[in-house]
């Protein structure tokens, strides 16, 4: 099969989208499926073709938020090294840009349009309006969502029961909605997989002692994530539990807020900030710490919990749909519903280290459900559908007259 992804985000630039878009290609590409991308240039406004033809990078815009950028909806130079793709599925990651450019492309050339839907949009309208007529902006977003989610695809895919229900119960569609988990490199963070790392060195490198017990989080630095929460319970966290120590990885808008937070009560002790780091270096601090931990209500799926878990850690997090299918309490990780029981859970990790050791095995194992390979067999299944489903009268004009020819061929075979 060949399949193309169109796709606002991508390497270099790494948040959850890249990373499920980066190993639903590699599942599919061991299948034996060949997989082209159309994503944005982060670097400038010129087109790039980069890895043999399959990946062309479309000249995009700076919108202020983080580093996206916007790329016009009819790109000619990409439309027709596309039209050579042949394309058999188009698997669109994204609503607005490059997603409008995919809907465009699955109309002209008559290809099915597959859509994973990634973002919980009315969690980040406060970007835009900065507190003003965010009820009306709401209801936009919805309209927006159910346009380009709904009207415009051949099926829909999402990550988590949580997004399944925003379309369900309150979106009401009418369709089949695919509760596909994206899948992550589990090995990639496996401890046996990382022989040249020094735990004690990588520590001290940060600041922190091989007696200290870390609590991670890994993500953006943003409202929606809740890391204030976590922030402010260190203090009676560090009063019970003197050597817990919170390791915050990732860059985002609100880190001079925190920054400033933190010196503020004077907890630089016990709070480390990292800002953004490689790609490559992450599993490194998931290796190094006890424990991992997220109070963000605004995840589709939450992949950092995932590979928390392929590391071997157990998970703290709020009890919020997008962990609950995978975070099971007192098997791999603990829940909570507010700051009381989140100090009670690391504490008792803290106090109790058979517990901590049991919750890690059961974690790592819980992390193998969620390997590349079972990604791209479910995501495959729902292209069969698309296909199967497409309808007949969008046959491109050209393959009509194919068709007629090889007719014709058979009967002038029969009368000879």
Avoid at 61 to 78: C, E, F, M
Avoid at 135 to 149: I, P
Avoid at 165 to 181: A, M, Q, T
Avoid at 244 to 263: E, F, S, T
Wanted: charged share 25%; proline share 4%; with cysteine.
């Amino acid at each position: 099969m060949r399949i193309g992804i169109f796709t606002d985000t991508y390497t270099p630039f790494i948040n959850g989208v890249t990373t499920s878009i980066l190993m639903l290609k590699k599942g599919l590409e061991k299948k034996g499926h060949t997989v082209y991308i159309v994503t944005v240039n982060p670097d400038n406004l010129h087109y790039q073709i980069e890895e043999n033809g399959k990946v062309i990078r479309i000249p995009g815009i700076p919108i202020g938020i983080y580093d996206y950028r916007l790329t016009g909806i009819y790109p000619l130079k990409a439309i027709n090294i596309i039209k050579k793709w042949n394309l058999d599925i188009i698997h669109c990651q994204t609503e607005f840009g490059i997603g409008t450019f995919a809907r465009i492309i699955s109309k002209q050339f008559k290809i099915p349009l597959v859509h994973t839907y990634h973002t919980m949009y009315e969690d980040y309208v406060h970007y835009i309006t900065k507190g003003y007529f965010n009820k009306s902006s709401k209801k936009l977003v919805e309209y927006l969502t159910l346009f380009y989610c709904d009207k415009t695809i051949t099926e829909l895919v999402v990550p988590t029961k949580k997004a399944y229900e925003l379309f369900k119960d309150k979106y009401k569609v009418d369709r089949n909605v695919y509760i596909v988990p994206t899948g992550i490199e589990v090995e990639r963070f496996y401890l046996e997989n990382h022989k040249k790392l020094n735990i004690t060195k990588k520590r001290q490198e940060l600041g922190l002692s091989k007696d200290d017990f870390i609590i991670l989080f890994v993500g953006r630095i943003a409202s929606e994530k809740n890391v204030e929460l976590l922030l402010t319970s260190m203090k009676d966290i560090v009063e019970e539990c003197p050597k817990a120590k919170l390791l915050i990885i990732g860059d985002g808008p609100d880190l001079p807020k925190y920054k400033n937070y933190v010196n503020k009560h004077n907890l630089d002790k016990y709070i480390k900030f990292t800002g953004k780091v490689p790609w490559d270096q992450i599993p490194e601090y998931y290796l190094i710490s006890d424990i991992f931990t997220t109070a963000s209500t605004s995840e589709t799926q939450g992949l950092t919990v995932i590979e928390a878990m392929a590391a071997s850690l157990p998970v703290v997090c709020i009890n919020d749909e997008s962990f609950i299918d995978t975070v099971i309490n007192d098997l791999n990780g603990k829940i909570f519903k507010n700051k009381k029981e989140y100090k009670k859970a690391v504490c008792e990790l803290y106090h109790n280290p058979k517990l901590t050791q049991k919750l890690s095995k059961q974690a790592r194992i819980s992390a193998e459900l969620h390997s590349a390979n079972q990604f791209a067999t479910s995501i495959l299944e729902v292209y069969k559908i698309a296909i199967k489903n497409y309808p007949k009268t969008n046959i491109p004009l050209v393959e009509k007259i194919r068709k007629a020819f090889k007719k014709d061929d058979k009967e002038g075979d029969n009368h000879e």
